[in-house]
């Protein structure tokens, strides 16, 4: 008896070490990552032709060397590597130079959560449009609903944010009741539509991921188990089909968080929201190479984050599988 | 449908221009008279009017998807060339070397295309080619990964044996084996690529990153028409609908 339980002690501390082992690596890798894709920019930025001060209004090659000079960018591109690197790790990301003398990491840490609320937010309400409509079509693939639902939900793939967003826009402002003319609800709608116009694709590919995993459950051995219970048909449908679909769909849905990270710099354009999109379309236009960077590794970490948490959310998510799928 | 869908747009693309006159840039001069300066929409002349300048924006709209379809077809073109080549030497390279080409491409694999793109064009400037290069150059990833696990797959079918003990030297096995199962994965992935690059392209036009002037692209039309949406809603409509229509055909393609 005691041979047994030592056994299974130690199976389960090599279970864990080997997940902790697993973990340390994926997050040891975020970093890496995020570094290999900044200097993959480094490296193409350095290559390609071109200078952040060789713009319209700077026409003197002698202040563009000293504006060079006072940037550091006269020296070796390996010397400027380093000397972002340690910025990097110092957390300051180097200094901007379309805000001068403000730290890039100023503006990330005033970017960022704008970004990252409107990302959760976005997918929240894509779920909640993607999910019912999802049950809806499997449950009665023939219903005009359903086939209605399907459509409108196939269409959304082909309306990117920087479609939906002004087009959300044109529509409430072409209402007879003009919200966005009223200073104090203005702006909750534009946040509102923001959210909207960022929500829709996400939707889109919700559904169809949905519709795949609903169609493989209901074709599972134990659904026929759970149709013989007797269960009201809404149970079945939201607690066991779409319940064992959970986990799969975090794990599938993952590399949507890259998609919504882009999204966002139409939906932060129109709807003029100091996010992360906001903040790297901006640097794009004017050149500033430290703030693209600094956001390149944002965009970069929470990319891998998601993808990590959508790997684990599976594993996790087994364990409710169990409970989902009785039998 | 999808064939009828897919060359309409291109009809569009093609002729379309030639329907109102042709110049995206001729000023007509009464048309802006008449209206001191604003927008008007539907008359006869113009199909969908003009702008402030007197641009006639049926002519603007056709040449935006003309250069959306080149800009996103260069594109294509430049990620199938770089992908299969990547592709084929995953497929062949073994040990360091190998593992390194592979890395390299999962990490590029896990970066958003637009972002990198971003921060590209932004410094190496825009114009037709550098914005083709550079959506292609991103996009050749899955492209590359595709040919790489059907390169795999071909080399290790069993027939190859057989044909070998009958004769069968290098290039007739890559003729007959290798190339047509690289080609199909390569077809499959750029067809499942080319709504994405133009997405990716309709966006840095929206940004103002991708064709300079004089060139045009429905993205960039998109954001000049987000400046009008009070008395010109068509200005948006238009373009938007044309994006739709192009998705349509390329993803039902897909």
């Not at chain 1, 590919?205 to 949905?210: G, I, K, M, S, Y």
């Not at chain 2, 190998?98 to 064009?121: F, K, N, Q, S, Y």
């Amino acid at each position: 008896m005691a041979g047994n339980t030592a056994r299974l002690g130690s199976r389960r501390f090599a279970a864990w070490s080997v997940w902790s082992v697993w973990l340390m690596w994926r997050l040891a890798a975020i970093p890496f990552t995020a570094f290999a894709a900044c200097g993959l920019c480094f490296l193409l930025w350095h290559w390609v032709p071109g200078s952040p001060f060789a713009t319209e209004q700077l026409t003197d090659p002698v202040t563009r060397d000293h504006l060079a000079a006072a940037y550091g960018l006269d020296r070796p591109w390996w010397v400027q590597w380093f000397q972002w690197s340690e910025q990097v790790c110092s957390g300051s990301f180097g200094s901007s130079f379309q805000y001068r003398n403000l730290p890039v990491a100023v503006l990330l840490a005033q970017a960022w959560p704008t970004s990252l609320l409107l990302g959760l937010l976005a997918l929240v309400v894509g779920s909640a449009m993607a999910l019912p409509s999802a049950v809806a079509v499997v449950r009665k693939p023939e219903a005009r609903i359903a086939v209605f639902l399907g459509l409108l939900m196939d269409s959304l793939l082909c309306v990117p944010t920087f479609v939906s967003a002004p087009l959300l826009l044109l529509v409430v402002a072409s209402t007879p009741f003009n919200l966005l003319a009223d200073p104090a609800a203005g702006s909750v709608v534009e946040y509102g539509l923001a959210v909207l116009a960022l929500s829709l694709p996400i939707a889109a590919v919700v559904f169809r991921w949905t519709c795949v995993e609903l169609r493989a459950a209901i074709g599972a051995s134990w659904w026929p188990a759970i149709a013989a219970r007797h269960l009201p048909e809404q149970r079945r449908w939201w607690r066991y089909a779409l319940g064992s679909c959970i986990p799969q769909l975090t794990g599938t849905l993952a590399p949507l968080a890259a998609d919504v990270l882009t999204g966002a710099m139409a939906v932060e354009t129109v709807f003029s929201l100091p996010g992360l999109g906001h903040l790297l379309a901006s640097a794009a236009r004017h050149r500033d190479t430290p703030v693209m960077l600094g956001a390149m590794v944002c965009v970069v970490t929470t990319v891998m984050a998601v993808q990590l948490l959508a790997d684990l959310l599976p594993a996790v998510g087994s364990r409710w599988r169990g409970v989902a799928s009785p039998a | 449908m999808t064939r009828k869908l897919t060359l309409f747009v291109l009809v569009l693309a093609a002729v379309g221009p030639l329907g109102s006159g042709g110049d995206g840039y001729a000023v007509d001069w009464a048309a802006l008279d008449s209206t001191a300066g604003a927008l008007h929409g539907f008359p006869g002349n113009h199909w969908l009017g003009t702008d402030e300048l007197g641009r006639d924006l049926w002519v603007r709209l056709c040449l935006g998807l003309r250069g959306s379809i080149v800009v996103g077809v260069l594109a294509l073109l430049f990620a199938a060339l770089l992908g299969t080549t990547l592709g084929a030497l995953m497929g062949v390279l073994r040990g360091v070397s190998g593992g390194l080409v592979d890395r390299a491409v999962e990490i590029l694999a896990a970066l958003p295309v637009t972002v990198l793109a971003l921060v590209v064009i932004s410094t190496g400037g825009r114009g037709l080619w550098p914005v083709a290069a550079t959506l292609g150059a991103l996009g050749a990833v899955p492209v590359a990964r595709a040919v790489r696990v059907a390169l795999l797959a071909a080399t290790s079918a069993p027939y190859l044996a057989v044909a070998r003990i009958h004769g069968a030297g290098f290039w007739e096995i890559a003729r007959w084996s290798y190339a047509p199962a690289v080609g199909a994965a390569c077809g499959t992935a750029c067809r499942l690529l080319l709504p994405q690059l133009l997405v990716a392209e309709g966006l840095l036009g929206f940004l103002g990153l991708s064709l300079p002037e004089p060139g045009m692209t429905l993205g960039s039309l998109l954001a000049e028409g987000s400046g009008r949406l009070s008395h010109a809603p068509w200005a948006v409509a238009t373009p938007a609908a044309a994006v739709f229509l192009l998705l349509l055909a390329t993803r039902s393609r897909a």
